[in-house]
């Protein structure tokens, strides 16, 4: 495919991007959130349709105008959640719309030996009788690519096939690819792990902020260039960008840190992390996606339950096995998905604002309006929240007034602890200043601030130190002087040096 | 867009609350329309009589409805009510020789069970609102029965108790008196009161507001024990007015009635929104369209086809509004 646009709203999603599979290839599709790795999969398999540019199978030109229409090509997606019935059975599944018919019934015998065949075939040892909920989630995976497979598919796309696999499970399913592959299928792989696309892929086409960056063979390509042309830094030349922090957050003076967190696990996606905030530091947080960033905060703020490791607030012990544990211990957090966890959007912005402080805005069980007027006029005019009035429901206001809401609704309960997480993603330039330049000064007031970004130039110019995760580990910890994108980026790609050393015992 | 300084009000640029989409004005003005038509077309419905008569039918059902709303607006729904009603009901009568302040408190202590286990069903279980309270329904009515002797009628001999569900209040019916106390309680708390607040979070979205450390699965359990509470004083009122219980008809089918006046009203069913006075003109809608269709002689059924129409219309109508 050749020069593809898409524009949503306006909005353009996707900028000239060109990508081309082989025969027998498996092409990785790399990129941090919002590069547009999804509209690309979607206009391929016909869920979306391109604005401009050119596709073709084999030599001719296609337009797919719906996903049966990509699947009659033999383009076929095969989703993250992946999409079967759970009640029915392996057969079932594979055959779902085209079941093999006799006398205008279902032919069952067929259909089961059908299944059976193909399973074999494909190396694959499963009972087509089975109820696929049963199965464990890589089998059912392999089901779903089964179907894929019997579907006729010449392109497979794997979006982030391996997410809830566990290691032996994926050695099953690298297994698989390599069959497919054999046969000429083309598959194309979406993955964050960086060691999967080595063991698997050909090729790697990277998108950054939808446009096309680059496509490298993964034998000529190194792990940091990779992360490079994800970030869209040049190795040679990381210039300090142009945010709003204005200076470093001071250093932290007291001895006792704030929070401190020790070998912190939660299933596969924490495997021991442990940090440390002191008063008045904005401690960043990097880290590829999937490398632990997200969860390390909602451990933290209780907000997900941990298999291990201890939190101390002020050096003493604290259990937080809730969010209300982690408010009572002076604890906010922002989270990063705004709309689904942040806010309540049929509220008004006083309400949404005034939500965690509400038990110290009552007197006998009544809302003071009065007092609650006053937080909420205050924190409007000193955040700059732009709405018409404080009345107005929050789903009305921009991304960046919705995240000032947000921030004024931790910090009207007064926190010592503020853990924000991507605190300026999907804001307009003007607002995402704002934000950073009050992140800079809460710090200046005692604030200890625990700072997640996928924006290295905010991580480098925002922190005062940085601590970088890996596979659910901390990998590595620079401090102030340390602090650049290229070291977060080396960290990122192979810190386990630095981080032996750096970890405490 | 204007400044932070606009965080002032400023009246003129603003649509006022009762015209904004997804509150009660829609169905405000059909209650208006329906009760100028009758006073036009239905003899005798512009009376003082047919006035209070229209207020008390309709008492029972705002009060069961008024709980509802407070569920609704979590995103769950109660269905069993009516089953609660009669449980109350029953426990009243039996207990009566207790003297009558023991029994209605008994009996409302028994209701308000009902929806507390309601409530913990499902949020410390985690089973579907519609199973949970399904299966109140269906035991609540046979524990009803069990409690007034296998289903007998328990007649009520307490003029004490009458009152409640015949009395007067000057030109009041007492049972008028109680839904309209309940009905401004309930808008009072869910505007001025915490619990109004968490509660819209809980329903609007619900992972929200526990990171914003709302107490939600409290905030589910009190909005279920309330629905209970307000089921049971409607079951009170009921048997009262019919001087005794009858376990195997007190409140069969207001679940119905209830979550209809609810819709109408403009609450809406995804939760996160709520209107104490739009479930209270929903109610009111219903009574008169079935009292003044009873007047005009028009078979009961073809009432009961007219209520469906104008729930399917209510819902239509927050549908289009929501963009």
């Known amino acids: 495919m050749e020069g593809i646009v898409k524009r949503f ?53 296609v337009n797919f105008a719906t996903p049966a229409a990509a699947q009659a090509e033999g383009v076929i997606a095969v989703h993250q959640e992946i999409h079967l019935l759970s009640y029915r059975t392996v057969a079932e599944n594979v055959f779902l719309g085209r079941e093999p018919r006799r006398w205008g019934l279902v032919d069952w015998t067929a259909m089961f030996d059908g299944a059976a065949a193909l399973l074999n075939d494909l190396g694959l040892d499963m009972d087509p009788r089975a109820t696929v909920g049963t199965l464990r989630t890589a089998q059912q995976q392999m089901v779903a690519i089964a179907r894929g497979v019997s579907l006729g598919a010449k392109v497979l796309v794997l979006d982030e096939p391996t997410s809830s696999l566990a290691e032996r499970e994926v050695t099953l399913l690298y297994g698989l690819i390599r069959k497919l592959k054999s046969r000429g299928t083309g598959i194309i792989y979406i993955s964050h792990r960086f060691d999967e696309l080595y063991a698997i892929c050909d090729r790697v086409t990277v998108l950054r902020d939808g446009k096309y960056v680059a496509t490298r063979r993964l034998a000529d390509v190194e792990r940091i260039d990779l992360i490079c042309l994800m970030l869209g830094k040049s190795r040679e030349a990381l210039a300090l960008g142009a945010t709003a922090f204005t200076a470093h957050a001071g250093e932290a003076s007291a001895t006792v840190p704030l929070v401190r967190a020790h070998a912190l696990q939660s299933g596969t996606r924490l495997r021991g992390v442990s940090l440390e905030i002191r008063e008045g530091e904005v401690v960043g947080l990097a880290g590829l996606l999937g490398s632990g960033r997200t969860e390390t905060a909602r451990a933290l703020f209780g907000a997900d339950p941990i298999d291990g490791g201890t939190i101390e607030v002020r050096g003493k012990h604290v259990e937080i096995r809730s969010p209300n544990d982690a408010i009572a211990a002076r604890i906010a957090f922002v989270p990063e998905d705004r709309k689904a966890e942040g806010i309540i959007p049929d509220l008004s912005v006083r309400e949404n604002l005034t939500l965690a402080a509400l038990p110290t805005l009552t007197k006998l069980g009544i809302v003071d309006r009065k007092q609650q007027q006053a937080v909420v006029e205050r924190f409007m005019m000193r955040f700059a929240i732009k709405a018409s009035n404080a009345d107005q429901k929050i789903r009305e206001l921009s991304g960046g007034n919705q995240q000032k809401v947000l921030l004024a ?29 009050l992140i800079n000064e809460l710090a200046r007031q005692g604030l200890g601030v625990l700072m997640i970004s996928s924006d290295l130039e905010e991580l480098v110019e925002g922190s005062s130190r940085v601590r970088v995760l890996r596979d659910g580990r901390d990998v590595a910890e620079l401090s102030r002087e340390n602090i650049s994108q290229d070291a977060i980026i080396r960290a990122m790609a192979s810190g386990s040096a630095v981080a032996e050393g750096a970890q405490p015992e | 867009m204007t400044g932070p300084s606009s965080a002032v009000s400023l009246g003129a640029s603003r649509i006022p609350g009762w015209l904004a989409p ?57 269905l069993s009510v009516g089953s609660v009603m009669a449980i109350a009901g029953s426990v009243a009568a039996v207990q009566l020789g207790l003297g009558i302040v023991p029994a209605t408190a008994i009996a409302l202590a028994a209701a308000t069970l009902v929806g507390f ?38 007649p009520i001999n307490e003029p004490g108790f009458e009152i409640l569900g015949r009395g007067h209040i000057g030109p009041v019916p007492t049972p008028v008196v109680i839904a309209l106390l309940v009905a401004a309680a309930a808008a009072f708390a869910l505007r001025a009161m915490p619990f109004g607040r968490y509660l819209l979070s809980a329903g ?53 009635d209830a979550i209809a006046a609810v819709v109408v009203g403009g609450t809406a069913l995804t939760g996160g929104r709520a209107t104490i006075f739009g479930t209270v003109v929903g109610a009111l809608i219903m009574q008169v369209i079935a009292t003044s269709f009873n007047m005009l002689l028009v078979p009961y059924a073809w009432s009961l086809a007219l209520k469906a129409g104008i729930i399917l219309f209510a819902v239509y109508l927050q549908r289009a509004k929501r963009v």
């Open chain 1, 9 to 61: 709203a306006g909005v353009t999603a996707l900028d000239q991007v060109d990508f081309s599979l082989d025969t027998g290839e498996v092409h990785a599709l790399v990129g941090e959130n919002g590069a547009g790795k999804s509209t690309l999969v979607k206009i391929i398999t016909g869920a979306y349709f391109r604005d401009e540019g050119a596709m073709s199978v084999e030599g001719r030109p």
């Open chain 2, 117 to 154: 286990v309601n409530g913990t069903l499902i949020t410390r279980d985690r089973i579907q609102p519609i199973v949970v309270t399904l299966a109140t329904l269906i035991a609540g009515r046979g524990l009803a029965q069990v409690i007034s002797n296998d289903g007998q009628l328990v």
């Open chain 2, 204 to 256: 609007g979205n619900p992972a929200a507001a526990r990171l914003a450390g709302v107490p939600v699965r409290r905030t589910l359990i009190t909005a279920y024990t309330l629905s209970g509470l307000l089921a049971g004083v409607a079951g009170l009122i009921e048997v009262s007015r019919l001087g005794a219980s009858d376990a195997a008809k007190v409140g069969v089918n207001i679940e119905l």
């Open chain 1, 409 to 437: 609704r931790w910090l009207c309960t007064n926190p010592d602890f503020l853990i924000v997480d991507e605190p300026t993603r999907g804001i307009d330039i003007g607002a995402r200043g704002e934000i950073q330049a």
């Open chain 2, 22 to 78: 997804g509150s009660a004005s829609g169905a405000l003005i059909a209650l208006i329309v329906l009760v100028l038509l009758n006073s036009f077309f239905t003899p005798n419905f512009a009376t003082t009589s047919n006035f209070w008569n229209v207020l008390l039918q309709a008492s029972q059902v705002v009060l069961v409805a008024v709980g509802m709303t407070l569920v609704i607006a979590t995103g769950g729904i109660d």
